[in-house]
């Protein structure tokens, strides 16, 4: 039992930091419900006003991860948890309007994994761009040259 914990935790980690450095979604939208003074000197965001939270950004920025180019999974072991910024990490979102689907897709990659490296091993080709480069002009982040319809 206490191997299958150990798995679910590092898996967990895995996924954690691969969605830090790749968020599916490189920005999330919403709209202030009420009128909020921010902590920068007369800056105030009015109810209704739409804002877009970077992601990508946010989850790469030195200021809030150490080396952020860097995969390092510890940074989500369970013992390291309360050393990280509550909202620093948002790739599903957060709050009772986070992603429906995130639970499922957490289950659905460690499936995957467990199929996939119990019977493969995995190198980098020559082709292997490092570091990855993302299509500019889609919605959801991808790797340049990798269309999902043709």
């Not at 082709?127 to 040259?145: D, K, N």
Request: net charge positive; charged share 20%.
């Amino acid at each position: 039992m206490r191997q299958l914990q150990r798995f679910y935790e590092t898996t967990s980690a895995i996924i954690a930091e691969t969605l830090r450095i790749h968020p599916i979604y490189p920005y999330l939208k919403c709209v202030a419900n009420e009128d909020y003074e921010t902590t920068t000197p007369g800056l105030i965001i009015n109810s209704g006003t739409k804002l877009f939270i970077p992601i990508k950004a946010m989850q790469n920025d030195p200021e809030i991860y150490a080396e952020p180019t860097k995969f390092i999974p510890e940074r989500f072991a369970v013992e390291n948890l309360h050393q990280r910024q509550l909202l620093a990490w948002l790739p599903f979102g957060e709050g009772p309007r986070n992603c429906i689907g995130m639970r499922f897709s957490h289950f659905l990659i460690r499936i995957s994994l467990f199929s996939l490296l119990s019977k493969n091993k995995f190198t980098p080709t020559s082709r292997t761009p490092i570091p990855l480069a993302y299509e500019e002009t889609s919605l959801v982040l991808r790797p340049q040259g990798v269309y999902a319809c043709r």
